[in-house]
């Protein structure tokens, strides 16, 4: 139950990028009169899922965001999980379990319970042998690097998007967090995917490159075709894109220098 209760809690923190207390004050079942607060699962009229949780930081009110399928399931099995505790203690809580002692009832404590679970599912050792810690705010700094990942050349990849979705005080808090974004390592390797797939076109005809920006790096990529195809005795006239792909990386290697694509 630990075990189980400790996957939601990580699915629901990474995928929704609400704080630890946030996470825990989500609901199971229907509002009563007493307890008038909603379920934690809401589906709007469009089908779209949503999770309501209070938002203790800054907005201080209930407030729903908008979820993926993968946190759907982590409400329903919470749901399933603690629906016997719930109904033998009268509580809508989706974060106890009878099998969980503590002090004043059955407590979930989150930093104990999701590093108990790494150690279950094997979390490798980091290289000087120790084990990670892990702290239910990585999980809310790993949403905003998903977010910059999937929709940094988007319309979608808005500042203000990420910022209403982690319920900022300001903006600045927000830049803050994207400029460690940017330093980090998963979206630099991005970041070169996307300019290597952008060269790669220019160099095969695919798209054009522009400016004095593009006529350099273009001239770049002629002489590296040129030195790549020395020797060869049959030319298609049309490079092949896995060639295309290794040239554009030779090109970025021998730039020294950090290309940033717009995404116009």
Not at 186 to 215: I, N
Request: charged share 30%; with cysteine; glycine share 6%.
């Amino acid at each position: 139950g630990l075990f189980l209760m400790a996957a939601c809690a990580i699915v629901i923190a990474a995928f929704t990028a609400r704080r630890r207390g946030e996470v825990l004050t989500i609901k199971g079942g229907e509002p009563t009169e007493d307890d008038p607060v909603p379920r934690a699962l809401y589906i709007d009229d469009l089908g779209e899922p949503w999770i309501w949780t209070y938002i203790e930081k800054t907005f201080q009110k209930w407030d729903r965001s908008p979820i993926p399928q993968v946190v759907v399931k982590a409400i329903e099995v919470l749901e399933a999980l603690t629906e016997s505790t719930r109904k033998k203690n009268g509580s809508r809580s989706l974060f106890e379990l009878d099998s969980l002692k503590g002090e004043s009832g059955p407590k979930f404590r989150v930093i104990k319970a999701i590093n108990f679970f790494a150690e279950f599912v094997k979390v490798p050792l980091l290289e000087d042998g120790t084990k990670w810690s892990f702290l239910p705010h990585q999980f809310r700094r790993f949403f905003s690097l998903l977010f910059m990942y999937r929709y940094k050349y988007s319309e979608t990849g808005k500042m203000e998007v990420l910022f209403h979705q982690l319920r900022h005080f300001n903006m600045e808090m927000t830049k803050r967090y994207i400029e460690e974004i940017y330093e980090s390592d998963m979206l630099k390797a991005h970041s070169k995917h996307v300019v290597v797939d952008l060269m790669s076109a220019v160099l095969r005809g695919k798209r054009k490159a522009f400016g004095p920006g593009g006529e350099t790096m273009k001239q770049h990529l002629d002489e590296m075709l040129h030195e790549v195809i020395k020797g060869s005795e049959i030319l298609s006239g049309r490079e092949n894109p896995v060639v295309a792909r290794k040239i554009a990386e030779r090109v970025m290697e021998k730039l020294h220098i950090e290309m940033v694509p717009f995404k116009w």
